[in-house]
């Protein structure tokens, strides 16, 4: 059979859009997942024919172009640009092009480059999808680089190990962050609610439930995905077995105790309807946390000094629910910094990492936006650049940092298509068009159909 062309997508140049941190309704990331799968299966196909390339290079008089592609907020193009020029400015002989996009738009457009092999040099990348690269061949192994190129004397090697698939080092994390409650207390006095020092679920229905009754939103419910995988693991499993070829747990009354839960508290109106969310578009400024009508949200630490910029109130982190929250949090690297497969320029790619995680001006600009620092040296360099709510989002990981697991291993190739799917089911459930019961079945089938693709 004749191979593909390596042409096989158009190369869509990138420009800024606007970011929102949680993005769209479940809806348009479903229709974003499947997108980015069937484009991903053909960029694997297309990249193995070959091909020149896209990314940057070295000219004969010692000039190096490196291409870095990124997504994120306007704060976090705008120091991140910063970095660069401090980079170039220690680096004279070397040009950097940058390209970044929000978060859908930045998958769109990557995985056309990927399938031309015009991927860039630097590619910050998602734990949703660093495995489906890696295993597409369309990612560098930087395990030659760690300890050389990329100093990482001072990084815990659990941190390290986040990035590894396969035996393979395909990710450096740009930092680390961890599930929390983020909360307003004066909304929180305002319920007459007191968070308990260690709750459980159970209790969170509860004082969801209280909240609504005065007609103030405890949350704006959670992540299906990210927050499932947290209840599994309370219970001791995951959301994927070890090997990526189904799903990591057996009984589906999880599945139903966790989601039907959550459509209770927002019949209680502990949470808006799905109706409310979806009309906010995932923009921050629209949430009703901002509006003042709820008390707080549970998300990632990174993502905490912008809520509680917006949200212009004193605010607070709190730990996850338990039974067993030891067992269930984790620190997850933010994102990763990773190197094309396809780059010519890959020891100066490498030396670029190397700078961002441990030269200590490049972190007082970075600030933590993305994570807590993975370098000992570099976090104790930054202290006295934070802000007071990027200081409690240091000291909270701190303080979650000894009691966390190990992460699971990063979602298996066809975790886009899944975390689409189970966000579909979830929604009927929060519609009331179908019982938790029979998404949960539901759910199974679809995705360890996906899921079996991996034996």
């Not at 990612?139 to 698939?165: H, K, N, P, R, W």
């Not at 933590?368 to 976090?379: C, L, T, Y």
Request: one cysteine or more; charged letters at 20%.
């Amino acid at each position: 059979m004749k191979a593909l062309s390596t042409k096989c997508f158009p190369v869509i140049p990138t420009a800024p859009f606007h970011y929102s941190e949680k993005g769209e309704s479940d809806v348009k990331k479903k229709g974003l997942f499947l997108m980015m799968t069937f484009l991903l299966l053909f960029a694997s196909a297309c990249s193995s024919s070959g091909g020149s390339g896209g990314s940057g290079g070295a000219s004969g008089d010692g000039q190096v172009t490196l291409r870095i592609a990124w997504w994120g907020s306007d704060k976090r193009h705008e120091y991140t640009q910063q970095v660069i020029d401090l980079y170039k400015q220690k680096n004279p002989n070397v040009k950097i092009d940058v390209e970044y996009a929000a978060f859908d738009d930045y998958w769109k457009k990557l995985a056309p480059q990927a399938a031309a092999n015009q991927l860039p040099d630097i590619i910050q990348m998602d734990v949703s999808y660093i495995s489906q690269y890696a295993q597409n061949g369309q990612l560098e192994d930087l395990g030659s680089y760690v300890g050389s190129a990329i100093q990482t004397g001072d990084v815990a090697d659990s941190v390290l190990q986040t990035g590894v698939i396969q035996g393979k080092q395909y990710g450096i994390p740009t930092g680390v962050n961890v599930l929390s409650y983020q909360y307003v207390p004066e909304k929180l006095k305002e319920a007459g609610i007191e968070l308990p020092e260690n709750w459980t679920f159970e209790q969170y229905s509860e004082l969801a439930k209280q909240a609504g009754s005065k007609d103030i939103y405890f949350d704006s419910s959670m992540a299906p995905d990210i927050f499932f995988n947290y209840y599994l693991r309370t219970h001791g499993l995951s959301l994927y077995n070890a090997e990526g070829t189904a799903l990591g747990y057996e009984d589906d009354k999880l599945f139903a105790d966790f989601f039907g839960t959550l459509a209770d508290t927002m019949q209680a109106k502990g949470a808006p309807s799905p109706e409310i969310i979806n009309q906010s578009k995932g923009i921050l400024e629209e949430s009703q946390i901002v509006k003042g009508k709820q008390i707080g949200e549970w998300q990632w630490s990174n993502q905490y000094v912008a809520l509680q910029s917006v949200v212009d109130k004193p605010m607070e982190l709190a730990p996850m629910f338990g039974p067993d929250m030891e067992k269930g949090i984790y620190m997850q690297p933010t994102m990763y910094w990773s190197i094309a497969a396809s780059s010519k320029v890959k020891e100066e790619a490498a030396k670029f990492i190397d700078f961002y995680t441990n030269d200590p001006e490049a972190n007082k600009l970075i600030k933590g936006e993305r994570g807590v620092p993975i370098s000992a040296k570099i976090k104790e360099a930054v202290s006295s650049e934070l802000n007071e709510s990027t200081k409690q989002v240091f000291d909270f990981v701190a303080q979650m940092e000894p009691k966390a697991s190990p992460m699971s291993p990063p979602p298996p190739v066809g975790s886009p298509e899944v975390i689409a799917t189970l966000a579909d089911y979830v929604e009927q459930v929060n519609f009331g068009q179908m019982t938790p019961e029979d998404a949960a079945a539901k759910f199974r089938s679809e995705a360890n159909s996906i899921l079996a693709n991996n034996k």
